[in-house]
């Protein structure tokens, strides 16, 4: 059997250990299975295109759900969302960023002043207190919010983080006695493009990252550069889990973990593929997320064919098995959300209502109502919230370019392939040439017979085999080639 070998498109075609395609797939450890449509879910979408979403949940165990357009902010209110406020007006680059302090949602964009959310109180947004400045980006280190990237009184601080008291988001003048401050990063890194929290924090710039240590008064914070020379210009690539931390730099992609040691983890594989794919016109629309139960770190962004900068394409790491995919349909963003609660309104949209609530699955104390699970999430093209439950996309895998019998043409007259799935239905295509130097093209797709195989009459020194898999399956492990030696010529 010719196994579908890791995503490997950086390396040539001919002696490649790994597939040379790999798309609308999601790897494992002997294989590939299929990564599945987004369905939407939101029964009411966004007025414009998304600019970012995010969850938070509040003491009481109760799940929120927000996003942002270039106007207003939303609440989802079961499947339904509540535009909340629609007086922002953004640029055509800004997003919005997310980050859950307490029981209090903070949202952020360089437009607009910080707004922030009470979580089981609030019906509508509004200005953070303690004047902050606008900033870009936004997290919470240990008991502080932090702002990058800050506009404050009118002057830009491109290169400044900014810190709130401690246990105090409405605090923001610096003093030794609330722990306010801020930090100009000043070492020739360039503009902060990210922030991370958690029990330290992280700064990224264009070429350099920092690590924020608490250090308590005087000093509060303590600054140690963890990496220099390399940063990210791309913020949405950054998404983090825990102590690992992945990103895109001018050089490939990255994974920083603890904090201090970095690894690349997409060189000599996609690293190559992608920044030739990537049209960094639109920087501003590449957002990325974890997919923590597929262990995946997930990139979204304008690849070749996107249209005005609708992100096209997915670039996807599976961290635990090292190994890449790729992915194809239009949308605008990706996120990793909490599944959403529901109010006694929000209800009413799946009760069903020739039983009323006697016909429910669970009681309305249940904690089924409350939300709380991990989950990738997307919004489509007309502005609706989806989730990853559709369908199995359209998956296509190519093996590497193989020469059954070093130094002699080969006859192939049959490929089955090694799938798994009662819905999946199988085409192969081949792909075929004599010399290093001769262009090889892929023919017509060619059905499966009733024995599972695909019959084929090639007769050439070097091979290629593509399968295209649609209706969902659950393991693509290769395909077994039949074939018979010819003379050497």
């Known amino acids: 059997m ?53 969850s938070g949940q509040a003491s009481d165990g109760a799940v929120y759900l927000f996003a942002g357009d270039g106007t207003s902010l939303y609440r989802l209110n079961g499947a339904v969302f509540d535009e909340t406020n629609d007086t922002y007006a953004l640029a055509e680059d800004t997003n919005w960023k997310f980050a859950q302090f307490g029981d209090t949602m903070i949202a952020v964009c360089r437009d607009e002043a910080p707004q922030k959310w ?78 991370v929290g958690g029990e330290f924090g992280l700064v990224f710039q264009d070429r350099s990252i920092f690590r924020l240590d608490y250090q308590g008064t005087p000093l509060i914070f303590s600054s140690n550069e963890v990496s220099q020379s390399r940063g990210t210009q791309v913020s949405g690539s950054i998404a983090a889990l825990g102590r690992m931390v992945f990103f895109w730099s001018d050089d490939g992609f990255y994974m920083l973990e603890d904090g201090t040691k970095t690894t690349a983890i997409g060189a000599n594989k996609v690293d190559k593929t992608f920044a ?18 597929n262990h995946l770190y997930i990139v979204s962004y304008p690849g070749s064919g996107h249209t005005s900068g609708t992100p096209n394409k997915l670039i996807m790491y599976d961290w635990v098995n090292n190994k890449w995919s ?38 309305l104390d249940s904690r089924a109502w409350m939300g709380g699970r991990l989950q990738l999430t997307a919004f489509d093209t007309s502005h609706n919230l989806a989730r990853f439950t559709g369908t199995g996309l359209a998956a296509t895998i190519e093996t590497s370019e193989f020469q059954p019998l070093p130094g002699r043409r080969c006859f192939i007259n049959k490929v089955r ?35 599972g195989d695909a019959p084929v009459r090639e007769d050439n020194r070097y091979h290629r085999v593509r399968v295209n898999i649609s209706g969902g399956f659950d393991h693509a492990q290769g395909c077994d080639v039949t074939w018979r030696g010819r003379g050497a010529r």
């Open 2 to 54: 010719i196994r579908f070998g890791e995503y490997l498109p950086d390396q040539p075609a001919f002696g490649n250990p790994g597939a040379t395609v790999a798309n609308n797939v999601i790897p494992t450890a002997m294989g590939y299975r299929e990564l599945s449509a987004i369905s939407a879910f939101s029964t009411t979408p966004l007025n414009a295109r998304a600019r970012g979403a995010g």
């Open 118 to 195: 009470t979580l089981g109180s609030s019906t509508s947004w509004s200005a953070l207190g303690g004047s902050p400045p606008k900033a870009r980006h936004v997290a919470v280190v240990r008991g502080f919010v932090m702002l990058g990237d800050a506009e404050s009184g009118g002057t830009s601080y491109q290169n400044r983080v900014y810190w709130s008291g401690l246990d105090n988001a409405e605090t923001w003048t610096p003093s030794q006695t609330t722990q306010a401050d801020f930090n100009d990063f000043v070492g020739g890194g360039g503009a902060v493009t990210g922030l």
């Open 276 to 293: 030739n794919d990537f049209d960094q016109a639109y920087l501003s629309r590449v957002t990325s997320a974890i997919d923590p139960i």
């Open 326 to 363: 790729t992915g194809s349909f239009s949308h605008e963003i990706i996120a990793r959300t909490l599944t959403s609660g529901y109010t006694l309104e929000g209800l009413d949209a799946i009760v069903d209502s020739s039983t009323g609530i006697d016909g429910m699955a669970f009681s």
């Open 417 to 451: 392939p090694i799938i798994e799935g009662s819905d999946a239905v199988a085409t192969v295509q081949m792909a075929n040439r004599n010399k290093g130097t001769d262009t090889a093209s892929f023919g017509s797709a060619v059905s499966l017979n009733t024995s």
